[in-house]
């Protein structure tokens, strides 16, 4: 079919529903169809998926989706199948699969019916597969969360950086790159690894101009602030982040003794309370969970409505995601980080049993995190620059929203400020 006579947004209605396309879809859409290798970099929640499911879907061929999480992927194909009268239109295929199961998604794919077609990259590299896809019809390959191909990036799986390889075995096909990773570093290494430095690149932008950054400096009365701050918000939901379990069960417990409804979540508990803790959070049966970085994935809670880092996070990245997770309906968010020199020796010290190369990546990304605690210009500048988006605060959504913006304070000051 020729790209130029299909109706995308017909399709994007029958497939899903929607009347229009969200952000950079459609261009990066009318790139894949021109069968040009796309990278595309938007934040969570941006409608990536989209991206590479609706030309799966009208396109010949079937596309392979490389995904690193098995149950992101069986989610994906749920939502696939539940808009087709046709089960075979999306398919997994993994080790857990039965020979029989194989074989059915073999049959399915060879006769044209299903369009994508989700495989971990571990399965991918298994030459049986790959012998397979070599003798089909593939309209492109969508590598989603690209990022963990770094060592830059927050979840990097060695396995990604075989993808290089068997794409080539597989011909001539379109390569897509999706990720939420917004630093150039990664970036760079997603194109090199890839071998798609000529890839078309389409990139959203990581503002997120409701949202409030304010850093303060940890003192031992941290507690008390952060009672205060909450008592001042009574009745919203809030998240507050903390470094260790240990850690976490103490602030929930210190809220719940001062009148405050909250409970603690992190991956020491069974799976059943912590089930139960995210329930009560989402049904608004409290107002606070206090958590690790274990609690977030995934969630999508329109009205949180602010973010604290009790502990700061391990890089800005993780900052920037963590963050992201207050004020998504466009309400307020308020993110609020505490900051004491003696917490980064602390995740120095943790990291100093890992390996050297490691070590130094986690040192580098931290030391972004501590120039940011310790700027006196606008967060949200430093934050998008550090993503390599400029920002204009005068002219830019969100220009006055952060600390630094609106109590300016002269540099000595401001590195007085900081508890050491
Ligand atoms: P990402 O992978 O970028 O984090 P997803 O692909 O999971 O984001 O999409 C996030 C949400 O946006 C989903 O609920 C999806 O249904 C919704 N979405 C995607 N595209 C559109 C659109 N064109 N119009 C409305 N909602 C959309
Ligand atoms: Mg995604």
Same mark, same amino acid.
């Given at each position: 079919?020729?790209?130029?006579?299909?109706?995308?947004?017909?399709?994007?209605?029958? !497939?899903f529903g929607? %009347?229009?396309?969200?952000?950079?879809?459609?261009?990066?859409?009318?790139?894949?169809?021109?069968?040009?290798?796309?990278?595309?970099?938007?934040?969570?929640?941006?409608?990536?998926?989209?991206?590479?499911?609706?030309?799966?879907?009208?396109?010949?061929?079937?596309?392979?989706?490389?995904?690193?999480?098995?149950?992101?992927?069986?989610?994906?194909? %749920?939502?696939?199948?539940?808009?087709?009268?046709?089960?075979?239109?999306?398919? $997994?295929?993994?080790?857990?699969?039965?020979?029989?199961?194989?074989?059915?998604?073999?049959?399915?794919?060879?006769?044209?019916?299903?369009?994508?077609?989700?495989?971990?990259?571990?399965?991918?590299?298994?030459?049986?597969y790959?012998?397979?896809?070599?003798? #089909?019809? &593939?309209?492109?390959?969508? &590598?989603?969360?690209?990022?963990?191909?770094?060592?830059?990036?927050?979840?990097?799986?060695?396995?990604?950086?075989?993808?290089?390889n068997?794409?080539?075995?597989?011909?001539?096909?379109p $390569?897509?790159?999706?990720?939420?990773?917004?630093?150039?570093? $990664?970036?760079? %290494?997603?194109?090199?690894?890839?071998?798609?430095?000529?890839?078309?690149?389409?990139k959203?932008?990581?503002?997120?101009?409701?949202? !409030?950054?304010?850093?303060?400096?940890?003192?031992?009365?941290?507690? *008390?602030?952060?009672?205060?701050?909450?008592?001042?918000?009574?009745?919203?939901?809030? &998240?507050? !982040?903390?470094?260790?379990?240990k850690? #976490?069960?103490?602030?929930?417990?210190?809220?719940?003794?001062?009148?405050?409804?909250?409970?603690?979540y992190?991956?020491?508990?069974?799976?059943?309370?912590?089930?139960?803790h995210?329930?009560?959070?989402?049904?608004?049966?409290?107002?606070v969970?206090?958590?690790?970085?274990?609690?977030?994935?995934?969630?999508?809670?329109p %009205?949180?409505?602010?973010?604290?880092?009790?502990?700061?996070?391990?890089?800005?990245?993780?900052?920037?995601?963590?963050?992201?997770?207050?004020?998504?309906?466009?309400?307020?968010?308020?993110?609020?980080?505490?900051?004491?020199?003696?917490?980064?020796?602390?995740?120095?010290?943790?990291?100093?049993?890992?390996?050297?190369a490691?070590?130094? &990546?986690?040192?580098?990304?931290?030391?972004?995190?501590?120039?940011?605690?310790?700027?006196?210009? *606008?967060?949200?500048?430093?934050?998008?620059? !550090?993503?390599?988006?400029?920002?204009?605060?005068?002219?830019?959504?969100?220009?006055?929203?952060?600390?630094? $913006?609106?109590?300016?304070?002269?540099?000595?000051?401001a590195?007085?400020?900081?508890?050491?």
């Amino acid at each position: 079919m020729n790209p130029n006579e299909i109706d995308i947004h017909k399709e994007l209605k029958k !497939y899903f529903g929607f %009347d229009q396309f969200k952000g950079l879809q459609e261009q990066v859409i009318k790139s894949i169809l021109g069968k040009e290798n796309t990278f595309v970099i938007m934040p969570t929640g941006g409608g990536k998926s989209l991206c590479y499911q609706l030309p799966a879907l009208f396109q010949e061929g079937t596309a392979i989706v490389v995904s690193p999480l098995i149950a992101l992927m069986k989610n994906q194909v %749920d939502a696939i199948r539940s808009v087709s009268s046709e089960d075979g239109i999306a398919h $997994v295929l993994n080790s857990s699969l039965t020979k029989t199961e194989i074989n059915q998604v073999k049959k399915d794919i060879t006769s044209g019916i299903t369009k994508l077609l989700y495989v971990a990259p571990e399965s991918l590299a298994k030459e049986e597969y790959v012998d397979f896809l070599k003798s #089909v019809k &593939i309209s492109f390959i969508a &590598i989603d969360e690209a990022h963990c191909i770094s060592e830059w990036g927050h979840d990097f799986r060695p396995e990604y950086r075989n993808l290089k390889n068997i794409i080539k075995h597989l011909g001539n096909v379109p $390569v897509i790159g999706l990720t939420a990773t917004a630093t150039p570093k $990664v970036q760079e %290494d997603i194109l090199k690894n890839l071998d798609m430095s000529d890839a078309r690149t389409f990139k959203a932008s990581f503002n997120r101009p409701n949202l !409030y950054y304010e850093i303060r400096p940890k003192t031992k009365n941290v507690e *008390s602030d952060i009672i205060k701050f909450i008592k001042q918000n009574k009745g919203k939901s809030g &998240i507050i !982040y903390c470094l260790s379990r240990k850690k #976490v069960e103490e602030i929930a417990h210190v809220l719940q003794v001062n009148g405050i409804s909250a409970v603690p979540y992190h991956a020491g508990l069974d799976a059943k309370t912590r089930a139960k803790h995210q329930d009560m959070f989402l049904m608004e049966d409290v107002d606070v969970v206090v958590a690790t970085i274990a609690f977030g994935m995934g969630i999508d809670k329109p %009205d949180v409505r602010f973010v604290i880092h009790h502990d700061i996070p391990k890089s800005l990245e993780s900052y920037y995601q963590e963050t992201g997770r207050a004020g998504r309906d466009g309400g307020e968010g308020h993110c609020l980080a505490y900051y004491s020199y003696k917490d980064v020796e602390k995740l120095e010290k943790f990291m100093s049993g890992k390996p050297v190369a490691e070590q130094e &990546i986690g040192f580098a990304l931290l030391q972004e995190v501590v120039a940011y605690a310790e700027t006196s210009m *606008s967060r949200r500048k430093f934050l998008l620059h !550090y993503f390599g988006e400029e920002f204009d605060n005068e002219t830019g959504e969100g220009g006055d929203m952060d600390d630094n $913006v609106r109590n300016p304070k002269p540099k000595s000051e401001a590195k007085e400020n900081v508890v050491k």
